[in-house]
């Protein structure tokens, strides 16, 4: 089965810097374009980041732009997000999610991805 493991969230102050990582398996990791979302209690799921199968197509929401990076290492079936200058209104649970047979324009959709990890939790203090 496919299993898609979030790591790196935690508490960090306003400004600070984290790194997420994604480890997948059970699917044939290359082949599928990786993103990140975000949700908080209340609120519907948000787009954040997503990556192309290749590397060579990135995007990001608007309100993250300049701040998050992300990327992959499909040698090591992984994918990043390296999140800077983080605000409290960053604060939310990341979930990574992969989405099979992607046209550019469905990377920001979040209900076409058809694997979900199970999320982890990012807090930025003010």
């Known amino acids: 089965q496919v299993q898609l493991v979030e790591s790196g969230g935690g508490l960090v102050q306003a400004g600070g810097s984290l790194r997420l990582s994604c480890a997948a398996s059970?699917?044939?990791?290359?082949?599928?374009?990786m993103g990140w979302h975000r949700q908080v209690p209340g609120k519907e799921r948000e787009f954040v980041a997503a990556?192309?199968?290749?590397?060579?197509?990135?995007y990001y929401a608007e309100s993250v732009k300049g701040r998050f990076t992300v990327s992959r290492d499909n040698a090591k079936n992984t994918v990043y997000l390296q999140m800077n200058s983080l605000k409290p209104e960053d604060t939310a649970v990341y979930y990574c999610?992969?989405?099979?047979?992607?046209?550019?324009?469905?990377?920001?959709?979040?209900?076409?991805?058809?694997?979900w990890g199970q999320g982890t939790q990012v807090t930025v203090s003010s």
């Open positions: 999610a992969a989405l099979d047979r992607a046209r550019s324009s469905d990377a920001r959709t979040g209900g076409l991805y058809g694997y």
């Open positions: 059970g699917l044939t990791f290359s082949r599928y374009t």
């Open positions: 990556i192309s199968w290749s590397g060579a197509g990135t």
